[in-house]
C-alpha cells in the first residue's frame, strides 16, 4: 500500500476510532470516519491478542495485500482504521479478502460501478 494512502499519525488513529463507524466481522473489525480529502486514506493496527511480533506483522501484510487488491474500488473522502484478529493470521487469504469486501459492502464504501 503506497504511503500516501496511509494513516500514520496516531492522531488520525484515535480521531477515527473515537468518531467513526465500527463494522466486525470475526477475521476482522473495520472502523470508518469520513476526511476532508479526496482519497481514502488507511490504517492497519493489531493488537497483543493476535499474537507475537511475527504474527502481528504478518496480520498486518495480509490485510494490506488485501487493500491493494480492492483500493481502486473504494469511495474517496474516508479514512479507515483496519483491526486484525487473532483468526486473522491462519485465515486462508480469499477468506480474508471476502470478508472485508463484505465489510467494505456492509459500510458503503465500495463504488455503486464497481460494487
Known amino acids: 500500500m503506497k504511503q500516501r494512502f496511509r ?8 480521531r477515527v ?8 466481522h470475526p477475521l476482522v ?20 491478542a493476535v499474537g507475537n511480533a511475527v504474527n502481528r506483522n504478518r496480520a498486518k501484510r495480509r490485510i494490506r495485500a488485501c487493500v ?29 479478502l471476502t470478508s472485508f469486501r463484505q465489510l467494505l459492502q456492509k459500510a458503503n464504501l465500495l463504488e455503486q460501478s464497481n460494487g
Open 29 to 48: 473489525v473495520l472502523i470508518a470516519a469520513p476526511n476532508d480529502l479526496d482519497q481514502v486514506r488507511i490504517g492497519v493496527s493489531a493488537s497483543h
Open 68 to 96: 491493494d487488491t480492492l483500493l481502486p474500488d473504494l469511495r474517496p473522502g474516508w479514512d479507515l482504521v483496519i483491526l486484525a484478529r487473532a483468526t486473522s493470521c491462519e485465515a486462508p487469504y480469499e477468506d480474508l
Open 17 to 24: 476510532r473515537r468518531t467513526g463507524k465500527s463494522y466486525a
Open 7 to 14: 494513516l500514520t499519525r496516531s492522531t488520525d488513529f484515535m
